[in-house]
C-alpha cells in the first residue's frame, strides 16, 4: 500500500493550497484517513481526519474554521483545503490511512505518506 501527497507549495500569507493524497497497491477497504504536519524542532500533530462513514472531520483547534478535509472513497482519496494561510501553518504534510488488504482478514494497518512541504511567508 502506499500513500501519495500532492499539492503542497510555497505561498504567502492569507492563501489558500489544496492537498491530496490517494492510497492504492493491495486495498480491500479503507477505515479513517487523516492529515498531520510536523514543523521543524517540533512533534507531529494531527491537523484533520475523517471516517470511512461519512462523518464530519475532526480538526484541530489551530485550524477549525479555515481547513476542511474531504474524502473520496471510491478513489481512496483524502483532501485538505486550507485557507488564510499562516506561517505558523508551514510544516511537512502528512496523510495516514487505516488500510484492510484482505477480506478474509478483519486487521487494519496504518500507511504513511511521504509527505508535502507547505511553507508560508509573512
Known amino acids: 500500500v502506499q500513500l501519495v501527497e500532492s499539492g503542497g507549495g510555497l505561498v504567502q500569507a492569507g492563501d489558500s493550497l489544496k492537498l491530496s493524497c490517494t492510497a492504492s497497491g493491495s486495498i480491500f477497504r479503507v477505515r479513517d484517513m487523516g492529515w498531520y504536519r510536523q514543523a521543524p524542532g517540533k512533534q507531529r500533530e494531527l491537523v484533520a481526519s475523517?471516517?470511512?462513514?461519512?462523518?464530519?472531520?475532526n480538526y484541530a483547534a489551530s485550524v477549525e474554521g479555515r481547513f476542511t478535509a474531504s474524502r473520496d472513497n471510491a478513489k481512496n482519496t483524502i483532501y485538505l483545503l486550507m485557507n488564510s494561510l499562516k506561517p505558523d501553518d508551514t510544516a511537512v504534510y502528512y496523510c495516514?490511512?487505516?488500510?484492510?488488504?484482505?477480506?478474509?482478514?478483519?486487521?487494519?494497518?496504518?500507511?504513511w505518506g511521504q509527505g508535502t512541504q507547505v511553507t508560508v511567508s509573512s
Open positions: 475523517i471516517s470511512n462513514g461519512g462523518g464530519s472531520p
Open positions: 495516514n490511512a487505516e488500510v484492510n488488504s484482505s477480506p478474509w482478514n478483519r486487521g487494519f494497518q496504518t500507511y
